[in-house]
Nanobody
Framework: QVVLVESGGGSVQPGGSLRLSCATS????????IAWFRQAPGKEREGVAC????????DYADSVKGRFTISRDTINNAVYLDMSNLRPEDTAVYYC??????????????????????WGQGTQVTVAS
């Protein structure tokens, strides 16, 4: 069982920034599509950002375009979600997820959640004044 570990969540005021990290010691993340999802209380889990394998195409939810950036760190075997200009509606538990098999030929997806076989435990992000 792959263990993905998220970190970097916390509380921030509106307009602030946070960086979330997703890491694992078991697989080379660069071989897999990685996505960030979030789930607010009473709402469905939604895709936020994803990056395809080998640092291929990326995709973002419309609600975060221009504010969030997903990136890979191949040296530290991590994927980051840089979040800026945070809004109260960004408050949620954020999860990273890993697709399989490795080096999938199709781009990452924010819609087909079942494609992601491995999930982290989540990290809370709270945006409030």
């Amino acid at each position: 069982q792959v263990v993905l570990v998220e970190s970097g969540g916390g509380s921030v005021q509106p307009g602030g920034s946070l960086r979330l990290s997703c890491a694992t010691s078991e697989y080379t993340l660069n071989f897999y599509s990685i996505a960030w999802f979030r789930q607010a209380p009473g709402k469905e889990r939604e895709g936020v950002a994803c990056v395809s394998s080998a640092d291929g195409p990326k995709d973002y939810a419309d609600s975060v375009k221009g504010r969030f950036t997903i990136s890979r760190d191949t040296i530290n075997n991590a994927v980051y979600l840089d979040m800026s200009n945070l809004r109260p509606e960004d408050t949620a538990v954020y999860y990273c997820a890993m697709d399989s098999p490795p080096m999938r030929s199709t781009p990452c997806t924010l819609v087909i959640k079942r494609r992601y076989d491995y999930w982290g435990q989540g990290t809370q992000v709270t945006v409030a004044s």
